[in-house]
């Protein structure tokens, strides 16, 4: 089923520079960009003072300080455990699933860019002043940090996403077929349901209303927005007809992911370990990555496998129907031509 | 659920689709409370007329055990389980009873005198 397991020493060979270039990715890169992170720190360290502000209250004013040490060791720390995390994720020096690849990839630039981009705004917004009290309002710092650690997130997990062997987690349970007479025509559909997903949305909804009301109307704001995507993503439902594979999200009519017939190699029943997806919920992109997993739970989903080489995952109860009717369709339009 | 339609079948298309709702509803396959996919999608994919699926939706909406709100889709009622299993036997004891030649008046007498 796997095609992936070819000769064993090319194989090797590109398992190697695979496990180098995920240690490169997740570690030397982030390291790199956090170097660069501290040079304005380092050139204007005799200008700063020696208690930096860390906190900003709702009108701008510095209310929170740390030493310069204790802010340098705050921010290496919180790369610190990023790295480690990279380097434990990359560890194995077998082929690796793809959502392995690119989460080494997202979470060692992500936080060093993160870090490296608080170090160095705090650094150009506080010099020249003598107390911490008086830093200047410096929201900007924070959203070029958050910017900074997006987009090199985002590169690195387009990296690290071509690092791992696409769908290489788990092997095919079963690729069953059923029987269809030309005569006969069939639509499968089943819907999952997260229930913790359920109650995280509902209590971001809860906790954004409460915190709109209460006292800041913009983080409110901010946590019901949040709530929007996870209740809808909390049910998922599947339709398998003759036209390919649909899943649609909650109550929310956009987006829909549609995988025609004419894309898909094969269709067969897998036990999903979110882990080796990327995580829970949509995770990874046909369009930019080697695969995308909709992940609701650890057990049994479809796994489609693309003619394009890609691996597109689904989780639901009972594949078996799905997949096989999948399987068949698809043996039709061979038979078509 | 499976929605399957056969049209070399000897039984009509929507006999068909009734008979499949009624026994996934019947063992459970689709729960009370639970929303069909809408039937548009659904008979698209099936390659039947909408209509076609509407009335099989509306037969078991009769038998109480689909509920049909404009607009909001089609559930399954909370009671369906039980009732499908007995709307089931039911049209066992009618075809039965045909068979032995009573007719649909006799029938319903029958069934009558029992209540």
Not at chain 1, 124 to 140: E, F, H, K, L, Y
Not at chain 2, 58 to 82: F, I, M, Y
Request: glycine letters at 10%; charged letters at 20%.
């Amino acid at each position: 089923m796997n095609d992936q397991t070819q000769d064993p020493t090319s194989s090797d060979v590109s398992t190697m520079s695979r496990w180098r270039a995920r240690f490169w990715l997740g570690v030397g890169l982030p390291t790199a960009i956090l170097a660069v992170g501290y040079i304005p720190f380092v050139l204007l360290r005799s200008e700063l003072p020696d208690r930096l502000a860390t906190h900003f209250d709702g009108a701008g004013r510095a209310d929170d300080s740390m030493a310069v040490g204790s802010f340098l060791g705050v921010t290496g720390a919180m790369v610190g455990v990023g790295l480690a995390l990279c380097v434990w994720l990359a560890r194995s020096r077998r082929p690796v699933p793809v959502g392995v690849g690119s989460t080494v990839g997202f979470l060692g630039p992500f936080v060093a860019a993160l870090a490296g981009g608080i170090v160095a705004t705090t650094a150009v917004s506080q010099r020249g002043i003598d107390n911490w009290t008086d830093a200047p309002n410096a929201w900007w710092s924070l959203i070029v940090a958050v910017v900074a650690a997006l987009l090199a997130g985002i590169a690195g997990a387009r990296c690290g996403s071509h690092l791992g062997v696409p769908g290489s987690g788990r092997d095919a349970v079963d690729t069953p077929v059923m029987d269809l007479s030309d005569a006969e025509q069939a639509v499968w559909t089943t819907s999952l349901r997260s229930t913790p997903l359920h109650l995280l949305g509902l209590s971001c909804a809860i906790v954004g209303v409460v915190l709109f009301a209460a006292a800041t109307p913009w983080l409110g704001v901010g946590v019901l927005v949040s709530a929007v995507p996870l209740s809808a993503l909390a049910t998922v439902r599947v339709r398998v007809d003759r036209t390919g594979l649909g899943v649609s999200y909650g109550w929310l009519p956009w987006p829909r992911t549609a995988v025609s017939v004419e894309r898909i190699e094969a269709a067969s029943i897998i036990d999903v370990r979110p882990m080796e997806w990327g995580g829970w919920g949509y995770r990874g992109s046909l369009k930019v990555m080697n695969q995308a997993a909709v992940v609701h739970r650890a057990g049994p989903g479809i796994r489609l496998d693309l003619t394009n080489g890609k691996v597109f995952v689904v989780t639901v109860d009972e594949p078996a129907t799905g997949v096989a009717l999948l399987n068949a369709q698809i043996q039709r339009r061979v038979i078509a031509g | 659920m499976l929605w399957k339609v056969d049209t070399a079948s000897k039984h009509s298309i929507h006999d068909q689709l009734a008979g499949q709702l009624r026994h996934a509803i019947a063992e459970g396959r689709l729960a009370p409370g639970e929303k069909l996919a809408p039937a548009r999608e659904l008979a698209d994919g099936l390659d039947v007329n909408v209509h076609t699926l509407l009335r099989a939706f509306k037969t078991l909406r009769d038998e109480g055990l689909l509920e049909v709100r404009r607009g909001r889709g089609t559930t399954v009622t909370g009671h369906a389980p039980r009732q499908a299993q007995f709307v089931d036997r039911a049209r066992e004891l009618v075809a039965e009873a045909r068979q032995a030649g009573l007719t649909d008046q006799e029938i319903r007498l029958t069934v009558e005198a029992q209540l």
